[in-house]
């Protein structure tokens, strides 16, 4: 198993701003992943982050937004950029050895845009 | 037609009770099922995994998978207040990408 951390757990942000958001894993993990969580909605996937190279975002996400970083197997950050009010929601992380595989799921980091 | 419905509840029922969580699912190409739980100001907890139809049994869950009906389920016996929570079902597309797909969750509420 891998126990999965965020930093932070929660913040309020002003519209306009960036936020980086921390997820470090106590055990290397071939793929880490990032979840948006809107109430009432079900988890989205917005990026796959890859080591070493460039993260490959879902439909309707894009690097400019959500700039992800994966310097090595067990830390990753997104952060989300430019923010307003709809980006107010769960931001979780998870980590696993390959997408068939378990999955597990960080705390979220929940994010309120004023 | 969404790729898969959940019906998002609230559920609630006395203690003891059996539970029946259920989702839908529409492409006949999801062949991973999974039943996540997650607690109020946590992430999602794996509970139930299976890739074959039929009943997968551990401890007080059950996970049944229906593939001609396109329907899964996750029965709960002798429920418990700690039950308390969210389950999302999930399942994977079997492609090269293997996205997962979650349902909305639904919200459960067991009565002391």
């Known amino acids: 198993s891998a126990v999965i951390s965020q930093k932070p757990s929660r913040d309020i942000c002003q519209r306009g701003t960036s936020l980086t958001i921390q997820c470090q894993v106590d055990s290397q993990v071939t793929m880490m992943f990032w979840y948006r969580q809107q109430p009432g909605q079900s988890l989205t996937l917005i990026a796959t982050?890859?080591?070493?190279?460039?993260?490959?975002?879902e439909s309707g996400f894009v690097i400019d937004k959500f700039p992800i970083s994966r310097p090595n197997l067990t830390f990753s950050t997104l952060t989300v950029s430019n923010m307003s009010p709809e980006d107010s929601s769960i931001y979780l992380c998870?980590?696993?050895?390959?997408?068939?595989?378990?999955?597990?799921f960080g705390p979220g980091t929940r994010l309120l845009v004023l | 037609q969404k790729e898969v419905e959940q019906d998002p509840g609230p559920l609630s029922v006395p203690e003891g009770a059996i539970v029946s969580l259920n989702c839908t699912y529409s492409n006949s190409a999801f062949q991973y099922f999974m039943w996540y739980r997650q607690y109020s100001r946590k992430g999602p907890e794996l509970l139930m995994y299976?890739?074959?139809?039929g009943n997968k049994e551990d401890g007080r869950f059950t996970a049944q998978v229906d593939k001609s009906s396109k329907y899964i389920s996750l029965f709960i016996r002798d429920s418990q207040p700690s039950d308390s929570a969210t389950y999302l079902c999930?399942?994977?597309?079997?492609?090269?990408?293997?996205?997962?797909?979650f349902g909305k969750g639904t919200r459960l509420h067991i009565l002391p």
């Open positions: 982050a890859n080591q070493g190279s460039e993260a490959t975002y």
């Open positions: 299976t890739y074959s139809s």
């Open positions: 999930a399942m994977i597309l079997m492609n090269r990408d293997d996205k997962i797909i």
């Open positions: 998870s980590g696993g050895q390959n997408r068939r595989e378990t999955q597990y």
